[in-house]
C-alpha cells in the first residue's frame, strides 16, 4: 500500500466527521487530534520517537478496545490532559484541543479504521510525509480561507533546491502555515548528510532543536504545523519550531532571530481594519501584509543571508508606499531573480503570483545596503502556458527548465546567459524540443532576461511587473473591428443567450417567471409603451 492510498483511506475518514455534523473546513483538524495519537504509538513502536512521547493514560492503547460513552468521554479527558502536560511541545500541541463528536460510536469507527491501516508500509517514507500528504488533500480539496491555501509541493521542493539549505543555518519562515518550506529544507539537509549521520553531534543536535523557527497567527494551523514538524523530527525549542504570534507585531520582531535564510509565503490581503503592522521597526507603513512581510523578510536577513519569497503580482507593481519598498529592498539587498509562476496552481483562480529570489548586501560586501541590485533576472513561466488545475497538473517538470537558468550558486550569482525557449507554442517541451516548425528562438520569445537597475528605474518607475512574451491568444489592435460593429455584435450574441434563456426556463416550467423576467427586461430597455 502506497502512501497516496493511505492518504486517501483517512481522507475517506471524513465521511464519518460528516456524519457527526462536523462540517468541511474542520475535517483535517479533528482527524489530526486522533491521527497524531496514533502515529506517535507506531513511532514509538518502531523506535523512532524517543522524545516528547505522549504521558501514561494518553496513548493509543488507553483508547483501543473501549466503546460507547465511557470511550468519548476518556478521549476528552485525554484531550484536556494532553494540553496540560508536563512536555511543553506537547501542550502546546493540544493547546485548546477539543472534539466536536457526540456520537461514540463515530469515534469507535474512526479508531478501528485507523488501527486496520497497514502502518508498516507507512513507516518506509516515514509517518511525517504521510501526514503532509493528508495536509496537502486537505488543501487540495477544501480550497476554503482566504490566503489559507497550501504552497504546491513541486514550487517548493524546487526553490529548495534553488536556494540549497545549509546545515548550521537559521532557518526561518514567518508565515509558516503547516510549515511546508521548513519541513522541506529539513529534508533536503537530511538526504545531504543521511539523516545528519554524517554530522557531528552537537550539530546534529542544532537542526533537530534550533535550526528552523517559524511563527503562525492561526492556532489551528500551528498547531498542524507542530505535529508536522515533531512527526518529520524537528523538536524546535520548548514553544516547538513553529511559534504561535502575529509576525507583522512586536512578537515577530523580538522572536523571530536574524536568519541565514528565509523561505515563506505570507497571506494574501490587507490588515484588519486597514492600520497595518503595529512593528515601530518598519521604515513604511502599510496595510497590505504582503508588502508588510517583504520588510520584515528583508530586515530579518543576517548580512549575507538569503530569501525566497512567494508574492501576488500586486506586490511588483503597488504604487505609493509600494515603490519605495522595493526600492529599498533593491538598496540593500541584491535581487537577483524573479520567477513569474502560472495561474492556477494555487486555490484562488486568478490569482497571479511570483517568487522573489534575493540576497543581503552583495557577494563581495554582505554589508552593503544601497545599490546592492544591479540587474535583476526574470523567468516568465506564466505566459502562454496551460491553464492548471485538477485536469493539468501543475508538477515538477515545468520547473527544470528554470532552475537550470538559475544556476547551481544558492545566491542567484552563477554565470548566466539569456535565452531559453522551453514550453513555447504550447508544446511543453522540457528542453525546449517540439517547438513549432520554423518559429524562430528571438529575446522576445524567450522566456530568461536581464533588466538592468537603470532600466528598471528609468522605464519602469521602479515597477516590477515585467512581461514581454507575446500572449498566443491576444488579438492585434489593429486586426479589430471598428467599435460600433464590435458593439452591435456583442448585443446580437447576447440577444441570442436572452432568447435560448427564455427557451430554457419555459420548457422547466418557469413560464410565468420566463415572462416577468422579460417585462423587466424590456422596461429596462425603454421598450414599453406609456
Not at 98 to 114: A, G, M, N
Not at 232 to 250: A, F, I, K, Q, R
Not at 282 to 299: E, P
Request: proline share 3%.
Amino acid at each position: 500500500m502506497t502512501n497516496n492510498d493511505i492518504v486517501q483511506k483517512l481522507w475517506n475518514l471524513c465521511d464519518v466527521l460528516r456524519d457527526d455534523g462536523i462540517n468541511y473546513s474542520h475535517y483535517v483538524t479533528e482527524l489530526v487530534l486522533l491521527l497524531f495519537i496514533k502515529m506517535e504509538y507506531e513511532n514509538t513502536q518502531a523506535g523512532i520517537l524517543d522524545q516528547h512521547k505522549l504521558p501514561e493514560g494518553c496513548r493509543w492503547r488507553d483508547l483501543t478496545g473501549k466503546s460507547g460513552l465511557t470511550l468519548l468521554n476518556d478521549y476528552k479527558q485525554m484531550l484536556l490532559d494532553l494540553s496540560q502536560s508536563d512536555d511543553r511541545l506537547i501542550a502546546a500541541i493540544y493547546a485548546d484541543a477539543q472534539t466536536s463528536l457526540r456520537e461514540p460510536r463515530h469515534l469507535e469507527q474512526l479508531i478501528k479504521s485507523l488501527d486496520a491501516i497497514d502502518w508498516f508500509s507507512a513507516q518506509k517514507d516515514g509517518l511525517g510525509d504521510l501526514y503532509e500528504g493528508l495536509l496537502e488533500k486537505n488543501a487540495n480539496e477544501t480550497k476554503s480561507g482566504a490566503g489559507q491555501y497550501f504552497t504546491p509541493r513541486a514550487l517548493i521542493d524546487s526553490i529548495i533546491r534553488c536556494v540549497k539549505p545549509q546545515t548550521g543555518e537559521i532557518i526561518q519562515d514567518p508565515a509558516a502555515g503547516t510549515a511546508g518550506f521548513l519541513v522541506a529544507a529539513d529534508a533536503y539537509m537530511k538526504s545531504e548528510t543521511d539523516d545528519y549521520i554524517d554530522l557531528p553531534a552537537k550539530a546534529a543536535k542544532f537542526q533537530k532543536t534550533e535550526a528552523f523557527i517559524g511563527m503562525e497567527l492561526v492556532p489551528n494551523t500551528r498547531r498542524l504545523a507542530l505535529m508536522n514538524c515533531l512527526l518529520h523530527g524537528m523538536e524546535g525549542d520548548d514553544e516547538g519550531v513553529v511559534h504561535l504570534g502575529n509576525t507583522l507585531s512586536d512578537t515577530g520582531k523580538t522572536q523571530l532571530p536574524k536568519a541565514d535564510l528565509i523561505l515563506t509565503n505570507p497571506p494574501f490581503g490587507t490588515a484588519k481594519g486597514g492600520g497595518g503592522p503595529t512593528r515601530d521597526d518598519f521604515t513604511f507603513k502599510t496595510s497590505n501584509k504582503q508588502l508588510a512581510f517583504l520588510q520584515h523578510i528583508y530586515r530579518s536577513l543576517k548580512p549575507g543571508g538569503r530569501a525566497a519569497v512567494v508574492l501576488p503580482d500586486n506586490v511588483l507593481f503597488e504604487a505609493g508606499v509600494g515603490t519605495e519598498i522595493r526600492r529599498d529592498l533593491m538598496d540593500k539587498c541584491n535581487l537577483h531573480t524573479i520567477l513569474r509562476l502560472p495561474t492556477g496552481i494555487f486555490y484562488a483562480q486568478g490569482v497571479k503570483t511570483n517568487v522573489l529570489f534575493f540576497t543581503k548586501g552583495t557577494a563581495k560586501k554582505p554589508k552593503q545596503e544601497e545599490n546592492c541590485t544591479q540587474n535583476v533576472w526574470v523567468y516568465d513561466l506564466r505566459s502562454n502556458m496551460p491553464s492548471f488545475g485538477k485536469r493539468t497538473l501543475f508538477g515538477e517538470q515545468h520547473l527544470k527548465p528554470f532552475e537550470k537558468a538559475f544556476g547551481r550558486k544558492a545566491d542567484g550569482t552563477s554565470k548566466r546567459t539569456e535565452g531559453e525557449w522551453s514550453f513555447t507554442n504550447n508544446s511543453l517541451s522540457l528542453e525546449g524540443e517540439g517547438r513549432g516548425e520554423g518559429e524562430e528562438q528571438t529575446e522576445e520569445n524567450s522566456r530568461w532576461r536581464s533588466f538592468s537597475r537603470d532600466w528598471i528605474r528609468d522605464q519602469k518607475g521602479d515597477s516590477l511587473d515585467i512581461a514581454w512574451i507575446k500572449d498566443e491568444d491576444s488579438v492585434d489592435a489593429k486586426n479589430l473591428s471598428e467599435p460600433e460593429v464590435l458593439a452591435a455584435e456583442a448585443m446580437g450574441e447576447l440577444t441570442e443567450a436572452l432568447r435560448e434563456l427564455d427557451g430554457l426556463m419555459r420548457a422547466l416550467g418557469a413560464g410565468d417567471e420566463a415572462e416577468v423576467q422579460r417585462q423587466v427586461l424590456a422596461d429596462s430597455m425603454g421598450l414599453t409603451n406609456g
